[in-house]
C-alpha cells in the first residue's frame, strides 16, 4: 500500500532564504508525481508534473526532483517571498488514475 | 478557459441530511475525480469516472455515497443519510485523456455535519 510522508510539517524561513520541501514514498511503481500549492481556504494549484521517467521540472523559481529508486522527491524554492506562504502537497500516480497525498508542509515566509 | 467549479461552496447540515455536490469539470477532461479532506487527515481519493463510466470507486467509505456523471459532463456526489464523520472539504478534480496528464483541482466544498 503506498504511504506518502512530507517533512517537515510546517517550515518558517525568512524572505530571500532559498528552501527545500522533502516528499517520500513507499512503492517507487509510480506513474507519475504532481506538486501543489494550497492557499487557506482555497483549493489546490497544480506546480509541478513529475512523470516516472523524469528527473526534475523547473518552473521559476520553483524546480522539483524526483529519485523513483529511493522514493524520494524534494521541491526546491529559490529566493523564497512571502507569497510563497501556503501548504504545499505532494502526491503520487500508481496504477490507475488515483494520487495518493502527503500531508503537506505548511510554510510561512517572513518579510 | 474556466478551471474547475465546485458548488456550494460551503454547505453546513444536520445529521440525517441528504446534501447534494456538483463539479463542473473543465470542458473537453475525460477525467473527473473526487477526494476528499477530512480534519487533521491528508487529502484521499473517492472515486474516478472516465466520461460517465465509474473506472476507480474503491475510495468510496459506504453506501450512503452516491456519485453521478451525466453524459460524461458534471458530475455530483450525494451523501444520504449524512453522518458526523462526513464533515471535511470534498474536492473535485479533472484531467484530460490519458491518464499521465496532471490533476487540476476546484476550490473544495466545505460540508459541515452538526
Known amino acids: 500500500k503506498q504511504e506518502v510522508t512530507q517533512i517537515p510539517a510546517a517550515l518558517s524561513v525568512p524572505e530571500g532564504e532559498n528552501l527545500v520541501l522533502n516528499c517520500s514514498f513507499t512503492?517507487?511503481?509510480?506513474?507519475?508525481l504532481q506538486w501543489f500549492r494550497q492557499d487557506p481556504g482555497k483549493g489546490l494549484t497544480s506546480l509541478l508534473l513529475?512523470?516516472?521517467?523524469?528527473r526534475e521540472q523547473t518552473s521559476g523559481r520553483l524546480n522539483a526532483s524526483l529519485d523513483k529508486s529511493s522514493g524520494r522527491s524534494t521541491l526546491y524554492i529559490a529566493a523564497s517571498q512571502p507569497g510563497d506562504s501556503a501548504t504545499y502537497l505532494c502526491?503520487?500516480?500508481?496504477?490507475?488514475?488515483?494520487?495518493?497525498f502527503g500531508q503537506g508542509t505548511e510554510l510561512s515566509v517572513k518579510p | 478557459e474556466a478551471g474547475v467549479t465546485q458548488f456550494p461552496s460551503h454547505s453546513v447540515i444536520e445529521k440525517g441530511q441528504t446534501v447534494t455536490l456538483r463539479c463542473d469539470p473543465i470542458?473537453?477532461?475525460?477525467?473527473l475525480y473526487w477526494y476528499r479532506r477530512v480534519m487533521g487527515k491528508e487529502i484521499k481519493f473517492l472515486l474516478h469516472f472516465v466520461k460517465e463510466s465509474k473506472q476507480d470507486e474503491s475510495g468510496m467509505p459506504n453506501n450512503r455515497f452516491l456519485a453521478e456523471r451525466t453524459g460524461g459532463t458534471y458530475s455530483t456526489l450525494k451523501v444520504q443519510p449524512a453522518e458526523l464523520e462526513d464533515s471535511g472539504v470534498y474536492f473535485c478534480?479533472?484531467?484530460?485523456?490519458?491518464?499521465?496528464?496532471?490533476?487540476?483541482f476546484g476550490p473544495g466544498t466545505r460540508l459541515t455535519v452538526l
Open positions: 470542458s473537453g477532461h475525460d477525467n
Open positions: 512503492d517507487s511503481a509510480i506513474y507519475n
Open positions: 502526491a503520487v500516480r500508481n496504477q490507475g488514475g488515483k494520487l495518493i
Open positions: 513529475i512523470q516516472s521517467s523524469q
Open positions: 478534480a479533472s484531467s484530460p485523456y490519458p491518464l499521465d496528464n496532471e490533476q487540476f
